[in-house]
């Protein structure tokens, strides 16, 4: 229940917009389509979580110990990504 109920915490802004996106663009259509484009909504969606979450529950260990040997090339990997946005983000700006 605490994962997901941080999971829902975190993911509200990303979700959020999609959601109500689907929502207002489904309100628009005759019943019978609407609950077909919320249905492809809810099942797309709710697969989605259902595969992090069982991936979570049975590899977490592991994946944490894949990353534990990796973690040098990781943090150089991550810099690498973190300068390249902030030069983007000036690019774009300028």
């Not at 609950?35 to 969606?45: D, M, Q, R």
């Amino acid at each position: 229940m605490l994962f997901g109920g941080g999971y829902a915490i975190a993911a509200a802004g990303c979700v959020a917009p999609v959601f109500l996106a689907i929502v207002l663009r489904a309100v628009t259509f005759p019943p019978g389509p609407a609950l077909v484009v919320l249905s492809a909504y809810t099942v797309g969606f709710g697969g989605l979580l259902l595969g992090a979450t069982v991936a979570i529950a049975v590899g977490h260990r592991g994946l944490l110990d894949w990353l534990g040997r990796r973690q040098r090339y990781l943090d150089a990997v991550a810099g690498v990504v973190l300068v390249g946005a902030g030069v983007w983000q000036v690019v774009v700006a300028l």
